[in-house]
Nanobody, 115 residues
Framework: QVQLVESGGGLVQAGGSLRLSCAAS????????MGWYRQAPGKQRELVAV???????NYADSVKGRFTVSRDNAKKTVYLQMNSLNTEDTAVYYC?????????WGQGTQVTVSS
């Protein structure tokens, strides 16, 4: 059984930084992509950043230049470094791992940015 365990969320003032981590446990034969989504109250879940097994990276326009996604393949862990946070970044952040046709999701971690 695959589990994704997220950590690093919390409360931060605007302009501050946070680093999210997501570690995958269990048997995953191959990971095609790892990344982060977020969902703000009253809004749909949206892609934040994704990194593929080949090293390709895609960011949402709203986070480009502020967020950095990275991964440690040996640890099956994906990170999201978030800098220059603003109140619009407030959301529940979900880790996502794609393995073939299967999408795995973390339980979500709250990020709250105060003005």
């Amino acid at each position: 059984q695959v589990q994704l365990v997220e950590s690093g969320g919390g409360l931060v003032q605007a302009g501050g930084s946070l680093r999210l981590s997501c570690a995958a446990s269990g048997t995953i034969f191959s990971i095609n992509a790892m990344g982060w989504y977020r969902q703000a109250p009253g809004k749909q879940r949206e892609l934040v950043a994704v990194i593929t097994s080949g090293g390709g990276i895609n960011y949402a326009d709203s986070v480009k230049g502020r967020f950095t996604v990275s991964r440690d393949n040996a640890k099956k862990t994906v990170y999201l470094q978030m800098n220059s946070l603003n109140t619009e970044d407030t959301a529940v952040y979900y880790c996502n791992v794609v393995s073939g046709p299967v999408n795995y999701w973390g339980q979500g971690t709250q990020v709250t940015v105060s003005s």
